[in-house]
């Protein structure tokens, strides 16, 4: 991407009124340095974000069998849909719109939980964007992929 277009989507990202306090919240970095960021630890866990992505839709997938109750889902999960009227469009400016529907995962042994939209799940995958910290939306990719026991942290044992 341009120079030019990462700032203008920037802007775009840090204004968006859909998003309440925008999609990169207060989060001061730089979109590139967030992304980076984000980027690294999902490599770190071994795993791409079209894999976590994927994962999501999923879970949003056996989530919406439950007509808004509870449902399980594999390994250990409990996940529930919530849907409301109305579409959000991708903020980097890809075609269509995402349907108002929010996922909640909590897994039944850790306790964490994580709730994500269906234009999470796009922003994932299409752009590796987990939204900027302090936004409504934002997962963490370490609380994300905790949460849904995705990957493991690669260790260094200092053998060559």
């Not at 991407?1 to 920037?10: F, R, V």
């Not at 490599?43 to 992505?53: C, E, F, P, S």
């Not at 999470?120 to 964007?129: E, M, R, T």
């Not at 900027?132 to 200092?158: C, N, S, V």
Request: aromatic share 4%.
């Amino acid at each position: 991407m341009q120079k030019k277009s990462m700032d203008a989507l920037e802007r775009t990202l840090r204004q968006a009124s859909a998003a309440g306090a925008g999609f990169l919240g207060q989060d001061e970095r730089r979109l590139a340095v967030i992304l980076r960021a984000d980027g690294g630890a999902v490599r770190r866990r071994g795993l791409t974000n079209a894999r976590i992505a994927r994962r999501l839709l999923a879970l949003r997938q056996a989530g919406w069998e439950g007509l808004g109750e509870p449902v399980s889902a594999p390994p250990h999960c409990e996940v529930c849909v919530d849907a409301a009227r109305g579409t959000l469009p991708c903020p980097f400016g890809d075609r269509g719109s995402f349907a108002k529907v929010n996922t909640t995962v909590r897994n039944l042994a850790s306790g964490q939980k994580i709730t994500f939209s269906d234009l999470n799940i796009h922003l994932i995958a299409a752009h590796g964007f987990y939204e900027g910290r302090g936004a409504q939306f934002r997962l963490d990719p370490e609380q994300l992929m905790d949460t849904l026991e995705m990957g493991t942290i690669k260790k260094h044992d200092g053998i060559h």
